[in-house]
């Protein structure tokens, strides 16, 4: 390709308004080189268009995705981006807030896809039958469209934004586990051939509880993921999933409540500090509205959540637990219409009970004895309630929010908190949306069973700005061999006066081709300068620069983007030196593909 004919031009700097299209928060790097470098240019609030140079590196990741698929016996589709509202309403994820959902011309309810596992389903349930039919391995490259309420940082998150999908479907647990494992080997790989170092952590599977879910990582302060991580023992989780060992309580016997005024006391650190003890020998109330799913509407129950006043709530583990699809916080109203009282509320003598309120506690309030909780009545609070002679809960569960310095749950070493962007994750929905697309097969025995689902996904746009915010420097982009747009980039310096470079520059461009090496010629009237500052903000691995002074000293420049060296080799030997660069770099990257240990539960 010639830069004079290339679509998209380099900027000096981020355009004015760049933030704006970008959305809030633009401080990634990658966001503004990509922009500079004229591989991206925003459309909308969270919309991008990706110009040529980027279509090729995004090919580039995508033939690297169907070597790994193919190689565990996928078959790739083709799936539609607009759905039947009806596989939607099955499902029960109709009501989802992130949804875009119109009718067409005939008043049919449609939506656009936030994902495919409904459809996957629904295509599984016409086509297979028999146990014979099974195992299978689909995949499939498409767009997703959520209503994000904060488009930020470019493709990283985005409303609309290319992903990789792939689904796998057995016929029992142990075909499942099998395929699960192969996708977390393959997903290393797929990274590491791209370049890019991540690492897995256990998150929740929202799907299917207890069920394994992880989620790839790339490490980076600019990452909305926080994750903990323990030095000693290995142990990795989001911190929405993560784990830790919670202080036990000092054994004591159950002393009888008493209840006590406690003016102005509505939080614990107030609490705490009124009556001289510490928080963990208090219960903390926490009030929510949570919505769930009922086939085409929602219903809403009222959320009682308790946990020891050391710890905090972790909204998405009493989300899981619940099997809820949103919480919010409960008003003042809701909460004394269920006879609690804000501020100063417990379990203890709840003057209303039904269906619609559930009382949920996490773990640590069972086994702390004598813990002061609310009276349910302003300005008081009681002492020494113990759980189970005072109150029952309806649900027990980790409820609590893990942090840097809480305990490893695996060997008690302290944890560590590092912040991450989420490039893919993979979890297991089992029969989830079988059973409710009736996507069933007759097993050896004649049996109905549901076909058992494993999903596996990853954001191919927010690999590519991923790859850019770990491969720059300051003066440009960085690629790896295996994603750059280019291998190569031929730079022309005409001379004054002489069409000798010229003609030697078009021969060598011709020659590069010729041997299978994708070039990136610069054949543009502009100046030395401009042409080396956009071959290092493009940056493809490789520059040979066709100039009469390189050709005085006897043949052409040749330069690795990564390295400051530049070297004259033999006009001759261009080709076949570029050829072997290539070839170095390409093999470095291979080399980083190793066989990773497997764990359930990071």
């Known amino acids: 390709m010639k830069m004079s004919q290339l679509f998209g031009q380099t900027l000096r700097d981020a355009p004015a308004d760049a933030s704006a299209s970008l959305g809030a928060g633009a401080e990634a790097a990658s966001h503004r080189l990509l922009l500079r470098a004229g591989f991206v240019r925003p459309v909308g609030t969270g919309t991008f268009a990706l110009l040529p140079l980027a279509r090729r590196s995004m090919d580039k990741i995508e033939a690297i995705l169907r070597e790994e698929m193919d190689k565990l016996g996928g078959q790739e589709m083709v799936l539609p981006f607009v759905h039947p509202a009806e596989l939607w309403q099955a499902s029960g994820r109709w009501s989802q807030p992130e949804l875009t959902r119109f009718q067409d011309g005939h008043s049919r309810d449609l939506v656009l896809a936030s994902a495919y596992q409904e459809v996957v389903a629904d295509l599984v349930r016409r086509e297979v039958q028999s146990y014979k039919q099974l195992p299978r391995l689909l995949y499939h490259f498409a767009s997703l469209w959520r209503e994000e309420e904060h488009p930020r ?42 370049g890019l170092d991540v690492i897995a952590v256990n998150s929740e599977n929202g799907e299917m509880d207890g069920a394994p879910a992880h989620e790839f990582i790339y490490l980076t302060p600019i990452g909305e993921e926080v994750l903990l991580l323990c030095d000693s023992c290995g142990y990795s989780a989001n911190q929405q999933a993560a784990r830790f060992r919670k202080p036990p309580a000092a054994p004591e016997q159950p002393k009888p409540i008493e209840k006590v005024k406690t003016p102005a006391c509505k939080t614990i650190e107030d609490l705490a500090n009124f009556l001289g003890v510490p928080k963990a020998r208090t219960a903390k109330a926490v009030f929510f509205m949570a919505t769930f799913p009922e ?10 959540a308790v946990i020891r006043g050391d710890m905090d709530l972790n909204e998405t583990k009493l989300a899981n637990v619940l099997g809820a699809r949103d919480l919010r916080p409960a008003t003042e109203d809701e909460i ?28 640590s309030i069972v ?62 929905p089992g029969a989830r949306y079988s059973e409710a697309l009736g996507c069933t097969f007759l097993d050896k025995d004649g049996q109905q069973k549901p076909v058992l689902m494993g999903s596996y996904g990853i954001g191919v746009g927010r690999l590519l700005a991923c790859i850019a915010e770990a491969h720059h420097d300051e003066h440009g982009l960085v690629w790896p061999a295996t994603v750059a747009p280019f291998q190569a980039h031929l730079v022309l310096l005409r001379g004054k006066g002489t069409p000798q470079a010229e003609e030697i520059a078009d021969k060598l461009y011709a020659d590069l081709q010729a041997a299978g090496v994708e070039v990136l010629y610069d054949d543009r009237d502009e100046s030395p300068g401009v042409k080396f500052n956009d071959a290092d903000l493009i940056g493809c691995p490789v520059r040979i620069t066709v100039s009469e002074r390189a050709l005085a000293q006897g043949g052409v420049e040749m330069k690795l983007r990564r390295e400051q060296e530049k070297v004259i080799i033999p006009l001759a030997e261009a080709v076949s030196k570029t050829q072997t660069a290539i070839h170095m770099l390409l093999e470095e990257i291979a080399s980083r593909l190793t066989r990773v240990e497997y764990n359930a539960h990071q």
Request: glycine residues 8%.
């Open 367 to 428: 086994t702390s004895p004598n813990l002061v909780a609310g009276a349910n009545e302003p300005d008081y609070h009681l002492l020494n309630t113990n759980y189970g002679r005072d109150y029952q809960a309806d649900l027990v569960a980790d409820l609590a929010a893990a942090g840097a310095g809480a305990a490893c749950p695996q060997c008690g070493a302290s944890l560590r908190a590092e912040r991450g962007v989420e490039m893919g994750n993979i979890f297991q």
């Open 336 to 363: 004394r219409a269920v006879g609690a009282e804000p501020g100063f509320a417990s379990p203890v003598s709840l003057r209303v009970k039904g269906s619609n309120r559930l009382i949920v506690v996490d773990e």
């Open 295 to 304: 086939k085409e509407t929602v219903s809403e129950k009222f959320i009682f």
């Open 153 to 194: 940082n470019g493709l990283l998150r985005a409303r609309e934004f290319p992903v990789f999908s792939s689904y796998s479907l057995d016929a029992d647990w142990d075909g499942l586990d099998r395929q699960y494992r192969a996708h977390y080997q393959a997903c290393f790989n797929i990274f590491r051939r791209c």
